[in-house]
């Protein structure tokens, strides 16, 4: 059969099979469509042939069993002694002997808190260990418009914001933080201490860059190390340091690829007490072209002539800052928390913010509660003046006349830290331990003289950790918190029991 046979034979066996196959139901359906669709696109003919081949191989392919064994078969009994050999570690380090005493005398609040507390032992005392700072908890109007929201939404939404935990009030709460801050858009989280620690990790990822102020919260701590990106720290509110570090780190990353960089730091330093430096920030921010993030959880409310934060306070514009973050908890006597940048910022966090996404909503009651408290501090400056004056009032009972402490907070932080001056703690030999004990010892003083105050605690070292991995100590502080809920003569006696008290137990030390 030479070369014009076999090419007749195979049109004649192509025909045959056109024949056989236009008698197939929907044979003529199928012709129409390859015509309409193929006839000008050739590249899309061939792209889904080759995908129709691989369906085909694929359904013919071998079953491979996911359960094949791969690993070293082992008898009973060495599985037994393998099983004898294990010692699990401990999910937390052992208590202390201190810490066993301290959680023993720990006091209870029976009742509301407030001004004056009531403890399980019966005793009332002057409660200076709260966040309480304008006595919102005893605002017979907060309560009511409280009421009225449990009974109208309920305890909580029972889902989360992208589900269906998402009601009218929440959107009430983000428009009325973002008009009190002047940002473009907000989000509320659920939880206060969730906020920044998902924040972070929803913009930084690994191989982005985070330059970091030493003493930052826990919180931040904890977002940074989430986000598993590279980390920078500068010393604690040193704006030279900061510069050293943006100008190094910049000129590593001149010749990497373009990544993601953050500076991430506090308005109001929860562990020292002390106030940012912010245009300077915003400055080299702007410079070394860095985003930040900023964190007022303990000046959002506070800070300003309207409690606006550490921008109204510094006269910075709030859209200089990307993300700006706070706490309705505290100050508003609320809960959860919150983020105000751009839209993109805020919107982005709608779909990728960890606790945003995964978290059930903020309770109706307490987005209420926080948008009422945010009106109050408008309308009513009152508030921040009284705070202000009961401050400077504690302030002058306690630092300028202890031998003993001083205070590291800003003058308008009603949180206030009181720490040991370095000489005594050299005059006396004194290891942080030491001083942990010391300032416990005062707080069960002040207790017993019907001054409730607590000490500044930091998280335990994690187990096993090398000593890199601990990173920045914060110094051993007594916090006492300022409120309007006391008369400026309440306050004075106050800081006199806790001055006597001070001087009472170091004088005892040798």
């Not at 009603?414 to 001083?435: F, H, N, R, W, Y």
């Amino acid at each position: 059969m030479d070369f014009h046979d076999a090419q007749t034979a195979a049109t004649r066996y192509v025909d045959q099979l056109f024949v056989h196959f236009q008698k197939l139901p929907g044979s003529a359906i199928l012709l129409r469509y390859v015509k309409s669709s193929y006839q000008n696109d050739p590249v899309r003919s061939a792209f889904e042939l080759f995908l129709f081949l691989f369906f085909v191989r694929y359904l013919l392919a071998p079953k491979y069993s996911t359960q094949k064994q791969n690993y070293v078969a082992l008898s009973e009994e060495e599985v037994d002694e393998l099983v004898d050999d294990w010692t699990p570690e401990p999910l937390v380090a052992h208590e202390s002997p201190f810490e066993a005493a301290e959680n023993e005398k720990r006091p209870v609040i029976v009742g509301p808190t407030g001004p004056k507390s009531k403890l399980s032992n019966g005793r009332t005392v002057t409660n200076l260990a709260s966040y309480n700072f304008y006595n919102f908890v005893a605002n017979e109007t907060l309560k009511e418009k409280a009421i009225q929201t449990l009974r109208t939404y309920g305890v909580g939404p029972c889902g989360p914001p992208g589900f269906y935990g998402t009601q009218d009030v929440h959107m009430k709460t983000e428009a009325d933080i973002a008009s009190f801050l002047g940002t473009p858009a907000c989000i509320v989280y659920a939880q206060a201490f969730s906020t920044i620690s998902s924040v972070i990790p929803a913009f930084s990822k690994r191989g982005d860059l985070i330059i970091a102020d030493k003493a930052i919260n826990f919180a931040s701590r904890k977002g940074i190390q989430i986000s598993r990106s590279t980390v920078r720290w500068f010393e604690h509110n040193d704006m030279d340091d900061l510069e050293r570090v943006l100008h190094r780190v910049t000129k590593e990353q001149a010749r990497k690829p373009l990544t993601r960089r953050f500076i991430v730091t506090e308005g109001m330093f929860e562990n020292i007490g002390d106030i940012v430096n912010l245009p300077k920030l915003i400055e080299l921010k702007l410079r070394y072209k860095f985003r930040l993030i900023l964190d007022e959880t303990w000046s959002f409310g506070v800070l300003g002539r309207t409690g606006r934060g550490v921008t109204e306070q510094q006269n910075v514009d709030a859209a200089e800052i990307d993300m700006i973050v706070g706490s309705l908890a505290g100050p508003l006597c609320a809960g959860g928390g919150f983020c105000a940048g751009s839209d993109e910022i805020v919107e982005h966090q709608r779909i990728s913010a960890a606790a945003y996404t995964f978290s059930a909503a903020l309770p109706a009651m307490l987005a209420t509660t926080a948008s009422e408290t945010l009106g109050l501090l408008q309308t009513n400056v009152d508030y921040l003046t009284t705070l202000r004056e009961n401050i400077k009032t504690m302030r002058a009972q306690l630092d300028p006349r202890s031998d003993w402490i001083y205070c590291s907070s800003a003058v308008e932080n009603p949180v206030m830290l009181l720490v040991l001056k370095p000489e005594v703690i050299k005059s006396k030999g004194m290891t942080t331990a030491d001083q942990e004990r010391l300032l416990q010892d005062v707080v069960d003083e002040t207790l017993a003289n019907g001054v409730l105050i607590t000490r500044l605690k930091a998280m335990p070292t994690a187990l096993n950790a090398a000593p890199k991995d601990i990173g920045w100590q914060l110094l051993p502080a007594l916090k006492v918190c300022v409120t309007t809920g006391l008369s400026r003569k309440e306050i004075e006696k106050a800081g006199i029991t806790i001055r006597h008290a001070i001087t009472k137990v170091i004088s005892k030390r040798k």
